[in-house]
């Protein structure tokens, strides 16, 4: 009912004929409006097209005056037989229309496309939705009446599911959608507010360093790791956002954010991994693969020697005798040499394992008698080690005892090769002669190498072991003492705590047989810094206190000889003196080796380790931090103190 008291009655279609799709609808329709004097007013309208249809001249001008937000009368939709330009659409569809009306925005240019516009493609023409407005009795827009008239439900019913605003229209009414020319609606292209970020780093084209390097989730990574950024997802979403929204863009991404670089089919074609080419180009331990991984063409050596003292008991860790806190980062190579070692070699090998962690695997395991010499690798540089050898020799006149001698460890990293021997000689101190023969039975009893080609057969002496390894370090308990009398070296080591240790040097055994060259020819040694190491009382810092009163001397050492003058460089070198359950300190030291290309006619170890350790040392490593975790959350939980007043 409208405000002068006419109501709104159901339209009534005159019996008309069925008309096919393909033909016009019918051109004539009538309803009636019931007035408020009980007077009925029949009224017809014609069907006119679009062209047809016009605008008085008085209602354009309010038609412009009138805010777009105002309420809409309601239209019914264009019948289902019309033709291509029109369609049957959804109330909600006009009002969606109506919104991208009112916002002002271009959508019938034709020369704008974009992917994100192909849902609204199909609607490829606006359709001239009429209007019937009621002012004062009066029609003031022609209606198209066709069969949807009959087969739609009454219009008052229509009415009532019509929001607020289109059951009354103000008297002013207006034209809600305007006759438009037929075009596609499309909805303008997202523009970039600014230039795309450029992509920084490549790892297709940098090369994977490893040296000096652990994994990237460790904490003493270094600065020099790759950045944080290229450990996500790259299908995360947050990394697609700084890219060109294009498959093109998508797929390039995608290919050159690589973990590994990639590898052509000739190359694989050209080569086995496990025989390889006899050249030195293409080969697998040849120079391009040594300049991926060491672009310096430098390898970080880890030595640590340590006489136990037979003890069973372990230190509950170890992290200070291998992961010391004032370096920055973590080596390539641990070499751990122990003389009179625990009784159970297995469990010692397993807390070693267990203390470097999943990125290292031990790499080989050699003993004789009490005295163990194990390496350690990291993980992703087994590869390029030749099979391992070692071998043993005993310096006492029972060979039965094993107690004094050493063990040797060969192999070949790349072209280099390496010789690492943990020794224990005799103890005692005046028999210094008596060491001096337990080096050279030694030298020239060793056997090594066995099926490892020397790489430089020409510099090799048939009675030294110690000529036909590139890179040598010779470690262990040496027994050389101090040849001067407690008291003595009391004084010196009160005047001199931390500082240089060149008074207490000039009275070392080794240093003057070194000097004279009777003992380790060839073979240097770091400046030492550090207190002597032996002889402790256990648990303490303070030197032998029993009726021996043996003197401090520095009994435990690590030399080095190389091949190639400086060779060697010489990181750190020092004693560990938070481990105190020997009566020896363990000494440390940290060295940095140049490595060459080699050739693949050596017998490659194929990735091999000890997967049992391995696999028993990282179980008891998750074991000890899920029990550190729950003691924290334990006390806490137990410091939370509630008062109630």
Known sequence: MSKNGETIVPFQLEDEPEIESEQPPSSKSSF???????????????????????????????ETSLSPYQP???????????????RNISFEEKTRRRRLQSSQESLTDPAETGSSTDSLREDSTPVLSSAL???NGQISGGINFDRAARESPPFRDRCSSLPEADKH?????????????????????????GAFPPLDYSVASMSLRTTNRIDRDCLDYGKRGLPERLHRNFSDSRLL?????????????????????????????????????????????????????????????????????????????????????????????????????????????????????PYYVMLYAAAHGVLYLTVFIRRDLIWFCSEVEHATVTTRIISQIKTKGAVGLGFTFFGTSFLFITSHFTSGDSKVYERILDYNKIVEALALPRSLPDTNPYRSIASDVTSRFDEVFWFGDFNFRLSKDRGGVDTILTQHTGKDMGPLLQHDQLCKEMKDGSIFKGFQEAPINFPPTYKFDIGCDVYDTTSKQRTPSYT???????????????????SCSSIKTSDHRPVIGMFQ??????????????????????????????????????????NQSNSTVCSIS
């Open 593 to 634: 080796v140049k490595i060459r290309p080699g050739r693949d006619n050596i017998p490659l170890g194929a990735g091999q380790f000890d997967r049992a350790v391995y696999l028993e040392g990282i179980r008891r490593r998750i074991t000890r931090e899920l029990k550190r975790r729950e003691a924290v959350m334990k």
């Open 72 to 86: 809409h009368p309601p239209s019914l939709p264009k019948p289902p037989g019309m033709g291509k330009g029109n």
């Open 133 to 135: 407005g009621l002012k």
């Open 169 to 193: 229209p103000s008297r002013q009414s207006r034209l809600v959608e305007q006759q438009a020319k037929p075009s596609r609606i499309i909805l303008s292209p997202l523009q970039p507010t």
């Open 32 to 62: 009636t409006i019931e007035g408020g004097d009980g007077t009925n007013t029949e009224l017809r309208g014609t069907n006119k097209s679009s062209e047809d249809f016009q605008i008085p001249q008085d209602e354009r001008i309010q």
């Open 241 to 357: 956002d700084t890219m060109v929204a294009d498959n093109a863009s998508v797929n390039s991404m995608k290919s050159n954010f690589s973990a590994l670089n990639p590898i052509r089919p000739k190359d694989v074609r050209n080569r086995s991994f496990l025989e390889g080419s006899v050249l030195g180009s293409g080969a697998l331990l040849g120079p391009e693969e040594l300049d991926r991984y060491f672009p310096d063409r430098h390898v970080g050596i880890y030595i640590a020697t340590w006489n136990m003292q037979g003890e069973k008991g372990l230190p509950n860790n170890l992290d200070d005798l291998l992961l010391p806190t004032d370096t920055e980062f973590a080596q390539d190579f641990y070499i751990i040499g122990v003389q009179e070692g625990c009784p159970d070699r297995r469990e010692w090998e397993i807390r070693l394992q267990e203390t470097l962690g």
């Open 556 to 574: 435990d050492r690590i030399l080095f000889r190389n091949r190639q003058a400086d060779d060697i460089k010489v990181v750190k070198y020092t």
